[in-house]
Nanobody
């Protein structure tokens, strides 16, 4: 069992940068993959990317390359999503999720989810 809690969202301006946090707890993380997703209003949840907890290796969705990066702090059991040059279309609820095993882009294949954090980008 893994618990994840997102934080760091809020109202920001276009052009700003933002770092979202995902605090994890509950079990050993050696085989855990932390994924990041977002769900814009009225749209499907979409994959942004993921980070392997043990190695720090990352995978970024093609649609997210260039502005979205990932990191983690092992000592704090926290994963981060860094978003540069925010745009109004980045407005969404952002989720982190954990799964045990290999890389997946389908949110339904992640076992543990947080409640999400709202990011609203004003123009």
């Amino acid at each position: 069992q893994v618990q994840v809690v997102e934080s760091g969202g809020g109202l920001v301006k276009a052009g700003d940068s933002l770092r979202l946090s995902c605090a994890a707890s509950g079990r050993t993380f050696s085989t855990i993959l932390m994924g990041w997703f977002r769900q814009p209003p009225g749209k499907e949840r979409e994959f942004i990317g993921a980070i392997r907890w043990s190695s720090g290796a990352t995978f970024t969705a093609d649609s997210a390359k260039g502005r979205f990066t990932f990191s983690r702090d092992n000592a704090k059991y926290t994963a981060y999503l860094h978003i540069a040059t925010l745009k109004p279309e980045d407005t969404a609820v952002y989720y982190c999720a954990a799964r045990q095993g290999d890389w997946r882009e389908d949110w339904r294949q992640y076992q543990w989810y947080g409640q999400g954090t709202q990011v609203t980008v004003s123009s």
